[in-house]
T-cell receptor, first 116, second 108 residues
Framework: DTEVTQTPKHLVMGMTNKKSLKCEQHMGHRAMYWYKQKAKKPPELMFVYSYEKLSINESVPSRFSPECPNSSLLNLHLHALQPEDSALYLC???????????????FGPGTRLTVT | EDQVTQSPEALRLQEGESSSLNCSYTVSGLRGLFWYRQDPGKGPEFLFTLYSAGEEKEKERLKATLTKKESFLHITAPKPEDSATYLCAVSGYQKVTFGIGTKLQVIP
């Protein structure tokens, strides 16, 4: 059983739509992450939240807007996406990074996003 | 810039045929090296963390080792259910860098 859940599993959206991806973790972690993964590529870090505050934004376009309502929940709001944004979006959680070190991360199953 | 190189990109083994996957890295101040397993269309599953050269960790048929420049994931007597992509990642300063992975296929 995974302790990091993501909804929906699949999402198809048009370029003018607004949608949200949701992530919930039950591991007691205070750091949460969004990654983007294209086929046959490694995960690419998008955002990091520590103690519900955005600590890292890897120069992600503003059409992606993260939100961390509480220590267990992480959302990714999507607006005016492009077809090249189609990918597997992964949420992860970990202990809070200390002295610049990111600890082992526990990933959810991902949301497969298709932008048409 | 931190870099992670994994080899081979793909590996096909007969059931029971042991082998090793390689992860070479360059990072400014290694804060941890991670191994993950990823099945198609799923999120990566955490396997091991290694922190210092000489460290080893084992789990069932898997054993991870670390030197100052590379890590190996040894697979002993693999089974078909070990088929997956194995990702290596390093934690540098406030960042995790993933390798492209080794896709392992174990044939019955």
């Amino acid at each position: 059983d995974t302790e990091v859940t993501q909804t929906p599993k699949h999402l198809v959206m048009g370029m003018t739509n607004k949608k949200s991806l949701k992530c919930e973790q039950h591991m007691g972690h205070r750091a949460m992450y969004w990654y983007k993964q294209k086929a046959k590529k490694p995960p690419e870090l998008m955002f990091v939240y520590s103690y519900e505050k955005l600590s890292i934004n890897e120069s992600v376009p503003s059409r992606f807007s993260p939100e961390c309502p509480n220590s267990s929940l992480l959302n990714l709001h999507l607006h005016a996406l492009q077809p090249e944004d189609s990918a597997l979006y992964l949420c992860a959680s970990s202990q809070v990074p200390l002295a610049g070190a990111i600890y082992e991360q526990y990933f959810g199953p991902g949301t497969r996003l298709t932008v048409t | 810039e931190d870099q992670v190189t994994q080899s081979p990109e793909a590996l096909r083994l007969q059931e029971g045929e042991s082998s090793s996957l390689n992860c070479s890295y360059t990072v400014s101040g290694l804060r941890g090296l991670f191994w993950y397993r990823q099945d198609p269309g799923k999120g990566p599953e955490f396997l091991f963390t290694l922190y210092s050269a000489g460290e080893e960790k084992e789990k069932e048929r898997l054993k991870a080792t670390l030197t100052k420049k590379e890590s190996f994931l040894h697979i002993t007597a693999p089974k078909p259910e070990d088929s997956a992509t194995y990702l290596c990642a390093v934690s540098g300063y406030q960042k995790v860098t993933f390798g492209i992975g080794t896709k392992l296929q174990v044939i019955p």
